[in-house]
């Protein structure tokens, strides 16, 4: 399909392994059946792309990244793999891009290879998966990241990861054997990763680097379905003074990845705005057609569509 009959197609939250920092996955994550699309980063990869009109894929790394394991493992790795998603991008640069991996567990160190990969490897930001050695990403100590992340003026992408396990035994174990996908994208990431993004707002951070922009996939993990009523709730006598909503709004820049319904998009426009929404496939978890088919015919203007399909990424991204 030529792009001279239909907008560009830029898909940012779209997978792959480093074969190296893959081989420390385990259980589900190290995803044999998976396995084979993620480390093909050319062969079947661009082929799909090409039958589902996708353009550019924005890389990043599958979770869980580098953030179950301590500083001194995840930090030669993270820049072990963003070297090599250089010379993956390099041997097709019209097709790919990148976000970096970031060995958290780290943060000074994180903040550095945050840095190196935006100045000296070209990545457009960086991506973060779950909870890091079980915190989330607003604890202070984690700052560093978005303080350079601000310098930089790079988005961090929040992606889901396997929740705690805490959580999967006391919300989710009684039907995990007949429901798998409970405790992943079918509700779990979600709710992991909608508490991120809500306690990254609570933190106050971005009151600290006000230019701070932070990426959620899957048409915001929920919350602009329920931005008008946590901005009513946390405004009650008892909370401290918080614009929750104004601060989503200004902050937060969405995706479609995974997330292809009419209804959901148009709840998200309402709440955010056009400009604020990305086109994303999150292949190949999702496969690239139904995605680009959907966006087809979205109930939205030719305008509006191309800014979510290319417009809102070149500018953001910078691409
Ligand atoms: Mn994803």
Redesign the pocket.
Known sequence: MSTAQRPQVIAI???YFDPELSSHFEGYEAQPKMGTRLLDIEDERIRLMDEAGVDVQVL?H??PGTHRMDGAKAVPLAQRANDRLREIIDRNPSRFAGFATLPASDPAAAADELERAVTKLGMKGAMVHGLTQGLFIDDRRFWPIFERAQALDVPIYI??SRPHPAVIEAYYKDYVKEFPSITNAGWGFGVETGTQALRLVLSRVFETYPKLKIIC??LGEGLPFLLWRIDMTMSRSGNSPLYFRDVFRNNFWLTT??AFSHAALLCTVMEMGVDRILF?I?YP?CENSPGTEWMKDVPLSTEDRIKILNGNAKTLLRL
């Open positions: 939250e779209e997978h990043s599958a979770a992606h889901p996939g899957h990845s995974g994303a999150d978890y």
